[in-house]
């Protein structure tokens, strides 16, 4: 059974930085995708980095490109989101997730089937 625990989130003066990180277990494929997404009360998830599980070919949305990093450490076993300039609209539930692989993209849209239970992030302005 795969499983995905996330850390990493809290709270952080805009402009600031965190890095979550989410620990896998029960997946050894070294195929499929790997992403992070977010989501506010009251509105869907939001897709924000996603990429092939060996971390090439990310997507990233529009509104944290240049300031996210998607990342793997295959020894690990961890994926990572790297998160710079940090905004008061990235507060959010981050949760990450892994799917095996289907022949389709590893993009935004991807329907991911394996999630973790997320992590807040609060940005203070």
């Known amino acids: 059974q795969v499983q995905l625990v996330e850390s990493g989130g809290g709270s952080v003066q805009a402009g600031g930085s965190l890095r979550l990180s989410c620990v896998v277990s029960?997946?050894?494929?070294?195929?499929?995708?790997m992403g992070w997404f977010r989501q506010t009360p009251g509105n869907g998830r939001e897709g924000v980095a996603t990429?092939?599980?060996?971390?090439?070919?990310?997507f990233y949305a529009d509104s944290v490109k240049g300031r996210f990093t998607i990342s793997r450490d295959n020894a690990k076993s961890t994926l990572y989101l790297q998160m710079n300039s940090l905004l008061p609209e990235d507060t959010a539930m981050y949760f990450c997730?892994?799917?095996?692989?289907?022949?389709?993209?590893?993009?935004?849209?991807?329907?991911?089937?394996?999630w973790g239970q997320g992590t807040q992030v609060i940005v203070s302005s």
């Open positions: 990429a092939h599980i060996g971390g090439d070919m990310p």
């Open positions: 997730a892994v799917d095996p692989p289907t022949g389709r993209s590893c993009d935004l849209g991807r329907d991911f089937r394996i």
């Open positions: 029960g997946y050894t494929g070294s195929s499929g995708c």
